[in-house]
């Protein structure tokens, strides 16, 4: 696991074209069919020599869970091992993997209905005016979630509108029991200082592969609006919002850099809270020794589960 920018890929691939590892994906943009610049999508040669479970599953107009991730998941472990191979998780998105490993509270199934009421008022009285709804009935939610972050302010006030009970406090009740397994948890991760200039550099270079043609791509094809995940997804959002006009192209790319930086901050702030984490900085001068090490380690616990 790790933040954005870290260089999980490539030391996954190495770790496939080593020992007996197959990589399942975790990353919420990843999902989705389309978004493939913008979410460093690894390449066919690439793919070829390391297969990706979970990339490319979903179409960018439907709304993926972590709930949905977890059922995928482990149909992708038992797979794997059925073929004598031990599954590699390899992702920045730390949500989907604490709901495999850890389960999750359960929860009502969304309510296009209620969605929709939802969206109306928004585009009526904006996001903001949602959260302050939100915090007036689940205060706890509400300190969690940004106020302009829709689509966890319209998930938690659909439990709301469905249910009475705050998702705060449906979240702390009995979970549903996540996977009964021995995790080795990696964090691959270099110094801050490093790690941004690693987002500008790709930022960077997502934008020479023409990152901009993709984006406008999905905005012409008529059926998505920004309050889908796909389309709120980081970098994404920011040239969604400059096709709309609300901003130039310069300040599309400043404010996806920002969105960018914010979002490994996010990861790390997740990371820190994981129990047993080893931590190795890439640029480290050992840093593929030691995670070679304790591949070996995971692979002989596997051999003898």
């Known amino acids: 696991m790790g933040p954005t920018a870290a260089g999980k890929t490539a030391a996954a691939v190495d770790l496939v074209e080593n020992f007996p590892f197959e990589i399942i994906s ?6 989705y069919r389309g978004l493939n610049i913008g979410t ?3 390449d066919r040669q690439t793919l070829a020599r390391a297969p990706h479970r979970l990339i490319d599953i979903v179409e960018p107009n439907e709304s993926y869970s972590a709930g949905r991730f977890a ?3 482990a149909e992708a472990v038992r797979e794997i091992r059925a073929a004598g191979r031990v599954p590699l998780f390899a992702g920045g998105t730390l949500l989907y993997f604490r ?7 359960s929860m009502p199934r969304a309510s296009a209905r209620i969605r929709e009421e939802i969206d109306a008022t928004a585009v009526a009285d904006g996001w903001p ?5 939100l915090a007036s009935v689940d205060p706890v939610a509400a300190g969690r979630i940004h106020p302009n972050d829709a689509q966890r302010i319209q998930r938690a006030l659909e439990v709301y509108r469905q249910t009475g009970t705050p998702i705060s406090d449906l979240q702390q009740q009995r979970r549903v029991p996540g996977a009964a397994e021995t995790f080795y948890r990696v964090a691959w991760c270099p110094s801050r200082s490093n790690l941004y200039q690693n987002c500008e550099t790709r930022l960077n270079h997502m934008i020479k592969q023409d ?9 012409e094809r008529g059926d998505l609006h920004p309050q889908l995940p796909a389309v709120r997804a980081v970098g994404y959002r920011q040239f969604w919002q400059h096709l709309q006009g609300e901003c130039s192209r310069d300040e599309a790319g400043r404010r996806a850099l920002v969105a960018t930086r914010r979002l490994a901050k996010r990861q790390l702030t997740w990371l820190r809270a994981e129990p047993g984490v080893v931590w190795i900085d890439p640029n480290g001068e050992a840093a593929r020794q030691q995670l070679h090490r304790l591949a070996r380690r995971v692979v002989r616990a596997a051999r003898y589960a």
Not at 129 to 133: D, N, S, W
């Open 26 to 31: 975790v990353d919420s943009a990843l999902v």
């Open 40 to 42: 460093a999508r690894p």
């Open 99 to 105: 709901a495999y490993a850890e389960g999750l509270a």
């Open 211 to 219: 990152f901009i043609s993709e984006v406008r791509d999905l905005f």
């Open 129 to 133: 005016a949602l959260h302050r709804e």
């Open 71 to 73: 059922r995928d998941a």
